[in-house]
């Protein structure tokens, strides 16, 4: 079974992103094939990052606390969605701390995006992440999904619209991550040993 995290990277008050999180759960838990968990970065109190170093080259880095449960979840996934907002034509910070807090448990990993935000529906925050995930030696996968105007896209009750749920084929983009995840692991497994 394939072990696959979805972040929700915005821990704003009143976001809508929680909306656009539970949708990727939903759709996530239909593939038979993954095992699927869910990571709100609002439930993890992560330190501004303050390391000496690059926990790249730490045996010990001292994490604490929230830090280390974190951690452990990060470790144990074989694949990523990151679910997030564009904001001023990037990504939000407390997600850009929250990856620079680890590094080896990143490291060969595939990770694809379900953004969302204003005309762009969140496409420039998703290409300068890409950047960051190579550095960090993941492995960033061709499909994502975009939701544009996401306020219009959240009917009366709260939800995404069913229209909107069905223009992403997010299902497809879920069986490329499968591939992916399960196609690196043991050479991730074996390499890391």
Known sequence: MTNIKIILGST??????DKVF???MEEASKNPNINVE????????????NLEMNPAYMDNPGYSGDQVKLLKKIDEADGFIFVMPEY??????????????FYNEWRL???TFVSYGGISGGTRAVEQLRLVLIELQMVPIRSSVHIPFISAQINDNGFLKK??????HID???????WWAKTLKEPRTNKLK
Do not use: C, Q, W
Not at 88 to 101: A, E, F, Q, W
Not at 172 to 178: A, G, P, R, S, V
């Open 163 to 168: 229209e909107t749920k069905e223009a992403t």
């Open 12 to 17: 704003r008050d009143n976001r809508v992103g």
């Open 88 to 101: 001023n034509h990037s990504y939000p910070g407390v997600l850009k701390n929250m990856i620079d807090t």
């Open 22 to 24: 539970n949708f990727v």
């Open 109 to 111: 990993k595939p990770v």
């Open 38 to 49: 869910g990571i709100d970065l609002k439930n993890y109190n992560i330190p501004f990052f």
């Open 172 to 178: 497809k983009t879920i069986e490329e991550l499968e």
